[in-house]
């Protein structure tokens, strides 16, 4: 692994240990050149994900964006971040487990949707207002009345 100090090709493992409920391995590395200490992070992926967006664009799956999705909708709500790291997790496994390489956007915003439901009804609504492309308020009023 490179130093992102130095740049120095080699470094040494020093500690390694589970994280994100099992679905990663966070490892502690030392530079051999510098000695300066980073982390690394090792996620299994199982197939690259493709995503088919509603006008046909296709683009790779970024893990990143949807965490930061979630997140927005979840803002100053009791939502641990371990939480929503658990949420994006599980939907990335079942969305590559799905045994298809390309999957819909809708697909992963119903996931979505799904997760944060059970999570917080507030960023469950923040959500969808984004994702089903609230105009009104008279449209959150017919939503929120929909949730329970």
């Given at each position: 692994m490179r130093c992102?100090?130095?740049?120095?090709?080699?470094s040494q493992v020093k500690d390694s240990r589970?994280?994100?409920?099992?679905?990663?391995i966070r490892r502690r590395r030392q530079c051999e050149d510098c000695g300066a200490r980073f982390s690394t992070f090792e996620r299994v992926q199982l197939r690259e994900l493709?995503?088919?967006?509603?006008?046909?664009?296709r683009q790779a799956f970024d893990?990143?964006?949807?965490?930061?999705?979630?997140?927005?909708?979840?803002?100053?709500?009791?939502?641990?971040?371990?939480?929503?790291?658990?949420?994006?997790?599980?939907?990335q496994r079942a969305l590559e487990t799905s045994g298809e390489s390309e999957v819909s956007a809708t697909r992963i915003g119903e996931e979505?949707?799904?997760?944060?439901?059970?999570l917080d009804s507030v960023a469950y609504i923040r959500f969808a207002s984004v994702y089903k492309d609230f105009r009104e308020a008279?449209?959150?009023?017919?939503f929120a009345g929909s949730v329970e």
């Open positions: 992102p100090f130095c740049g120095h090709n080699d589970p994280a994100d409920d099992g679905s990663a493709t995503v088919v967006k509603k006008d046909g664009v893990r990143q964006k949807l965490e930061r999705a979630i997140s927005t909708a979840a803002r100053k709500r009791p939502i641990a971040p371990e939480q929503i790291e658990r949420l994006v997790s599980r939907i979505v949707m799904a997760g944060l439901q059970r008279k449209d959150f009023e017919d």
